[in-house]
């Protein structure tokens, strides 16, 4: 099954602005949107944001996300160390009837 | 508080099987499509199958159809993986996740001879 495509790396610097990025098709991303998880070496994901951009209790506000067509984004401002991790989306395929995965993105805060 | 505790990982022979099982509490565990997601060492987050509610739907990820299946038990508040004809490449830790908002600490499986 096809995944969703993100950037293997990026790295900015501390107190900057980071968006992240997620492209899939119409029948996943463009359909119900990305849901984003972050993972720290060694733990399981932690879910960041809702495919609906609603963000689960305790996530920092400095984390938002968007979506434009089959685009989903997510931005961090203000970075800080702990942002430092591996960001996954993910996304509901509705033709293939699987929930599919970005291959992650490793974030480096300089 | 949520909780979810996966167990029955090992190292299993190519061919052979190992049963899953998560154990859940702090939530209405009926009322959630559950989910297994695999991680391979060093690799990205791979989703394995999930199940609706009263686990009348079952959806699988193509690499593992026809040999692994999901099941569940509202009653003990438990997730199931049985997973036979294993190969070298199902190895990678096992999270029960319940839909992706909630995640266990997984459990390792490792296939090899």
């Known amino acids: 099954q096809a995944g969703l495509t993100q950037p293997p790396s990026v790295s900015k610097d501390l107190r900057q602005t980071v968006t992240l990025t997620c492209t899939g098709n119409s029948n996943n991303v463009g359909n119900q949107g990305a849901a984003w998880l972050q993972q720290y070496q060694g733990h399981p994901p932690k879910l960041l944001s809702y495919?609906?951009?609603n963000r689960p209790s305790g996530i920092s506000e400095r984390l938002s996300t968007s979506r434009s067509g089959n685009t989903a984004s997510l931005t961090i401002t203000g970075l800080q160390p702990e942002d430092e991790a591996d960001y996954y989306c993910s996304a509901w395929d509705s033709s293939l009837s699987a929930w599919v995965f970005g291959g992650g993105t490793k974030l480096t805060v300089l | 508080e949520v909780h979810l505790v996966e167990s029955g990982g090992g190292l299993v022979q190519p061919g052979g099987s190992l049963r899953l099982s998560c154990a859940a509490s702090?939530?209405?565990?009926?009322?959630?499509?559950m989910t297994w997601v695999r991680q391979a060492p060093g690799k990205g987050l791979e989703w394995v199958a999930n199940i609706k509610q009263d686990g009348g739907d079952r959806f699988y990820v193509d690499s593992v159809k026809g040999r692994f299946t999901i099941s569940r038990d509202n009653a003990k508040n438990s997730l199931y993986l049985q997973m036979n004809s294993l190969r070298a490449e199902d190895t990678a830790i096992y999270y029960c996740?319940?839909?992706?908002?909630?995640w266990g600490q997984g459990t390792l499986v490792t296939v090899s001879s």
């Open positions: 495919r609906n951009h």
């Open positions: 702090g939530f209405t565990f009926s009322s959630h499509w």
């Open positions: 996740a319940r839909d992706l908002d909630f």
